[in-house]
């Protein structure tokens, strides 16, 4: 009987051991189960905070960037457009174009009768001083028989003709002017000026005022056989 006892006193030891044991490894068991999940929610939310920080960092950077390119773009723009400004106020200055607006329509003639190289008849030098005072009154653009004027154009006389542009002209002569159409005609009317003393002459001459006309372009290219852009820079 001492023996089952003693039996019965182990075993009762041993149940209570195991069971201290397994209560131990639940309870260990369960603040795992508690702890991992909280430490990797804890872990994700560094993680996504991070993330966010680095997401606004990329969009702050992107939208200096689109910043950046539209005001590129806008700079392209702005500066296409003054080129393209002074490619057409070249252009105009050059001749190269037609140019319209208002201004004068001058028609000079000879006397009736009167044969080309007589004292009476039209010379280059008087269509040059008409070209002279239309300039000095503001005039932007001129024309005579359809040949633009430009700085390098002459006005000569060849044998029985008068060459402009080195193309021969005949009377009449048209001369188109654009510019302030009142101030180009007072020009004109001054008295003793070039018309007045040209119709003493017995020379036919009409002024006419236009609120459009318009002055061909040159009719001939330019070019430049010897001349060449100066290097800046360069020595002296």
Excluded: C
Excluded at 208 to 235: H, I
Aim: avoid cysteine.
């Amino acid at each position: 009987m001492r023996r089952n006892g003693k039996e019965l006193l182990s075993l009762g030891l041993i149940a209570l051991t195991l069971g201290f044991l397994i209560a131990l490894t639940y309870r260990t068991t369960n603040q795992v189960v508690r702890t991992v999940p909280y430490d990797r929610a804890h872990e994700l939310t560094l993680e996504l905070r991070s993330l966010s920080k680095e997401r606004a960092d990329l969009e702050a950077q992107a939208q200096d960037l689109r910043y950046k390119l539209a005001k590129a773009k806008q700079g392209y723009s702005e500066a296409q457009s003054a080129l393209e400004a002074e490619v057409k106020d070249a252009a105009a200055l050059a001749g190269a174009v037609p140019l319209e607006g208002p201004g004068v329509r001058v028609v000079v003639n000879n006397p009736p009768g009167t044969l080309g190289g007589t004292v009476f008849a039209v010379r280059d030098e008087d269509l040059l001083k008409i070209v002279n005072d239309l300039r000095a009154a503001g005039a932007e653009a001129i024309s005579i028989n359809g040949q633009r004027l430009i700085s390098t154009s002459e006005i000569r006389t060849a044998g029985s003709f008068i060459n402009v542009n080195l193309q021969p002209i005949a009377p009449p002569y048209e001369i188109l002017a654009i510019g302030d159409p009142e101030a180009l005609q007072a020009a004109l009317d001054i008295k003793g000026g070039i018309v007045e003393t040209l119709r003493d002459w017995g020379v036919r001459i009409q002024v006419e005022k236009l609120s459009q006309l318009t002055v061909p372009a040159l009719n001939r290219p330019l070019r430049y056989d010897y001349a060449r852009v100066a290097e800046t820079g360069g020595k002296g």
